[in-house]
């Protein structure tokens, strides 16, 4: 495992107040990016944009954003994509909104150094996920995908994540993580199951369509491209000055860091299509009783019944 800071050191500076939320144009935004840059240097990626590791974002032909792209290249032609943002609202710490993602991010690369998969593994750091770029032709994703530097055809799923380092507030289910996305490619489901081994996590499959697309892996999924997102959902602090580092669960998010490094290994293991499981009713109905402690019947109408009082307990 390479030397790096640990995932608490990260995590607490790119939520320092002086970076006034990583806002795109600020100090503090480009403080991040080079803290990012530097990292991935450190954790032996290798830059994945003609040689630079940065992708700007253009919108009417000027630079706004600049996503960061790095790369550990593997034996065969396919790719998986781990991404998270790194840009926030200006004066707002932003610790679970995104630093805590790109800090479990960076600690999982540490035990991916000297990668021998398959698949090329390609990490970003989007930029202007927030508003007012969200769900635009200018959020850093969206332009990642319309200019992305490997075959799209070729990418095996990408794997998203973004609001993970808080306690989910459903009492008795604090330890959950959301995993959206699975439905909607055969052998996501296989890849989460065979990764998730209980230690300190509840794993919980759910269709998008019950909160729609949050997030950037909303590019992906206007491309057909497979992709799974990795969240612990809304909570009380969201878009708040007082997301701040204090509230993070690091045990949480460490054990968040496991968990990926197992599905990642899965997934270049793993044959995926884009033929949607048919019997995902079925996963989802499984992971909604145990969630809610009582049994529902593996039809829609239950299903969408129940995953409505969860969305329900998560906005309270």
């Known amino acids: 495992m390479v030397r790096f800071p640990p995932l608490e050191e990260t995590a607490k500076f790119l939520s320092d107040p002086y970076l006034q939320g990583r806002s795109p144009g600020t100090e503090g935004h480009e403080m991040a990016k080079v803290y990012l840059i530097e990292a991935l240097k450190k954790l032996g990626f290798s830059p994945a944009i003609r040689g630079s590791w940065v992708q700007s974002v253009f919108q009417d032909g000027r630079e706004i954003g600049q996503n960061i792209v790095g ?98 507030p459903i009492s008795g289910h604090e330890n959950a993580l959301f995993i959206l996305g699975a439905e909607y490619a055969t052998g996501l489901v296989q890849a989460v199951r065979s990764s998730d081994i209980g230690d300190g996590l509840s794993i919980y499959m759910s269709r998008n369509v019950r909160i729609g697309d949050q997030s950037d892996y909303h590019a992906f999924r206007l491309r057909g491209k497979p992709f799974l997102f990795l969240t612990c959902g809304w909570w009380a602090h969201y878009h708040r000055p007082t997301d701040t580092f204090e509230r993070l669960n690091l045990i949480k998010m460490e054990s968040i860091s496991q968990f990926l490094i197992r599905l990642i290994r899965a997934l270049d293991e793993s044959t995926i299509d884009t033929r949607q499981r048919p019997d995902f009713v079925e996963v989802e109905a499984e992971a909604l009783s145990r969630l809610l402690g009582v049994p529902i019947p593996k039809n829609p109408a239950a299903v969408e019944a129940a995953a409505l009082k969860v969305i329900e307990k998560l906005l309270q």
């Not at 610790?95 to 998969?117: C, M, V, Y």
């Not at 032709?137 to 993970?164: H, T």
């Open 71 to 168: 790369v550990k290249f593997g034996s065969g032609k396919s790719w998986i994509l781990v991404g998270a943002h790194y840009d926030h609202l200006y004066g707002i710490p932003g610790a679970d909104d995104n630093a805590a993602a790109l800090s479990i991010l960076l600690e999982t690369s540490k035990f991916l150094d000297g990668w021998k998969g398959y698949a090329n593994l390609v990490f970003v750091f989007f930029d202007l996920e927030e508003p007012p770029y969200f769900l635009t032709p200018f959020m850093g994703s969206v332009q990642f995908v319309e200019r992305c530097p490997f075959p799209l055809n070729q990418l095996k799923c990408a794997v998203i994540l973004d609001l993970c380092g808080h306690d989910v």
